[in-house]
């Protein structure tokens, strides 16, 4: 699976902004896809999953509500809409697939986008 991450940008706080990932090459299907970030001196970390199904979603305690992940699996693309942005949600972004089921935890992906950059300003 080749993942191709798209959108993010800058954006003030109390902003919106989304990015998107593009899956290609071997099946889409049955995987859980999720969203990772990673801001500069941190490790990466969790910030939204989704099941092939959609009925599974999950999303870091930090997000509060403030995020939605969602996928269009006749695209092969999962989104993630990132609303009341802060500061401190400044960071690249990883969109990933894991076929090894539900999974939020960086090892349990296997294939990996390239990350696209969110810079949320005071």
């Known amino acids: 699976v080749q993942l191709q991450a798209s959108g993010g940008g800058s954006v003030q706080a109390g902003g919106s902004l989304s990015v998107s990932c593009v899956a290609s090459g071997r099946t889409f299907r049955g995987n859980v896809m999720g969203w990772f970030r990673q801001a500069p001196g941190k490790e990466r970390e969790f910030v939204a999953g989704?099941?092939?199904?959609?009925?599974?979603?999950d999303y870091g305690d930090f997000v509060k509500g403030r995020f939605i992940i969602s996928r269009d699996n006749a695209k092969n693309t999962v989104t993630l809409q990132m609303n009341s942005l802060k500061p401190e949600d400044t960071a690249v972004y990883f969109c990933?697939?894991?076929?090894?089921?539900?999974?939020?935890?960086?090892?349990?992906?296997?294939?990996w986008g390239q990350g696209t950059q969110v810079t949320v300003s005071s």
């Open positions: 989704i099941s092939w199904s959609g009925s599974t979603i």
């Open positions: 990933a697939a894991s076929s090894a089921g539900w999974a939020t935890v960086t090892y349990e992906y296997a294939y």
